[in-house]
């Protein structure tokens, strides 16, 4: 199995930063995909930004004010926050899909942490 321990988030000005980082342990193989969603209150979760060995995607709404980014040797992947808007405020979650050491695929998310953007 996957663990993920998530830190980061709380609350900050709109035009603040706030870095958002997630720790992933267990009896990894390999990393496929580490990446960022999110989820407002009434609102489905939608996908933040997303990495690979190849590729970063960004949503739309958050191109050029987010930066992922990925540890290789601690696993771990973090989401730098600027130029906050009111409607970034959200649970953010970390989900990691891995291919264990017995190579079986694991899929996880992590428990969420709220980053709220208030004056």
């Known amino acids: 199995q996957v663990q993920l321990v998530e830190s980061g988030g709380g609350l900050v000005q709109p035009g603040g930063s706030l870095r958002l980082s997630c720790a992933a342990s267990g009896n990894i193989l390999s990393i496929d995909r580490m990446g960022w969603y999110r989820q407002a209150p009434g609102k489905q979760r939608e996908l933040v930004a997303v990495?690979?060995?190849?590729?970063?995607n960004y949503a739309d709404s958050v191109k050029g004010r987010f930066t992922i980014s990925r540890d290789y040797a601690k696993i771990m992947v973090s989401l730098q926050m600027n130029s906050l808007k009111p409607e970034d405020t959200a649970v953010y979650y970390c989900?990691?899909?891995?291919?264990?050491?017995?190579?079986?695929?694991?899929?996880?998310w992590g428990q969420g942490t709220l980053v709220t953007v208030s004056s």
């Open positions: 990495i690979t060995s190849e590729i970063t």
């Open positions: 989900n990691v899909a891995a291919t264990m050491t017995n190579y079986k695929y694991a899929a996880v």
